[in-house]
């Protein structure tokens, strides 16, 4: 069964930071892996997704990742945190088979410091 | 291209009453989600519907819970007789198609039983 595990319920950064957010994925064949951000009281935005294309994948605000299939990691950096950066941050792994469902790791919130 | 919808935003039920959860996918796209967030949680899969048909409901509770996608109109997630566990934030997703795609997010209906 694919799961997902990060690393680190809560990160904190200062302002200008490197932001790195861990995600590990359990899964028997290639995954589409995400990452989503949650601000406060509001749903999901997608931030970057991994195909099988290319292992390094460039999200919106600034944000990238990379597959890593030896270490089964799909972890999250940006250079530079800025303020707006603040939230809970989702790594997720897509079912293979017939459904496509979600399956999420726990979250991490990520607190920038001024 | 409006987003995802749900509504209400929030619901306030008493034990016992039924909560009805609307959400009205993304024009274009046929495939609705729902998750669930429990306090201080990440996402869980519930349900995968595509118009008139339930496709994977192996996330739903066995009872109280139901789910539907009509022909018309939006998808309804059910909850008969709610008790105090079921305080939650439901979230809704679409895609134009299953694996791989990527899952748009509605902003949640908030749901709080007294």
């Known amino acids: 069964a694919q799961s997902v595990t990060q690393l680190g319920s809560h990160v904190s950064v200062s302002e200008g930071a490197l932001v790195l957010l861990r995600c590990n994925y359990s899964?028997?064949?290639?995954?589409?892996l995400f990452w989503y951000v949650q601000y406060p009281n509001q749903g999901l935005q997608l931030l970057l997704k991994?195909?099988?294309?290319?292992?390094l994948v460039k999200g919106i605000n600034g944000f990238e990742a990379e597959f890593k299939k030896s270490e089964t990691s799909f972890h999250l950096t940006k250079p530079s945190a800025h303020m707006s950066d603040a939230a809970e941050y989702f790594c997720?792994?897509?079912?293979?088979?017939?459904?496509?469902?979600?399956?999420f790791g726990q979250g991490t919130t990520l607190q920038v410091k001024p | 291209n409006a987003g995802v919808m749900q509504n209400p935003r929030h619901l306030v039920r008493r034990r016992g009453q039924e909560a009805r959860l609307r959400c009205s996918p993304m024009k274009g796209h046929s495939h609705v989600y729902w998750y669930r967030q429990l306090p201080e949680e990440g996402l869980k899969f519930m349900v995968y519907?595509?118009?008139?048909?339930?496709?994977?409901e192996s996330g739903m509770p066995k009872e109280r819970f139901s789910a539907e996608f009509p022909k018309e109109g939006p998808s309804i997630l059910r909850i008969q007789q709610v008790v105090r566990g079921d305080s939650a934030a439901y979230f809704c997703?679409?895609?134009?198609?299953?694996?791989?795609?990527?899952?748009?997010f509605g902003p949640g209906t908030r749901l709080l039983v007294l």
């Open positions: 519907l595509q118009k008139e048909n339930i496709i994977d």
């Open positions: 997720a792994v897509s079912e293979t088979g017939n459904t496509g469902k979600l399956i």
């Open positions: 899964s028997s064949v290639p995954p589409y």
């Open positions: 991994y195909t099988s294309a290319a292992t």
């Open positions: 997703a679409s895609s134009p198609q299953r694996v791989g795609e990527t899952q748009y």
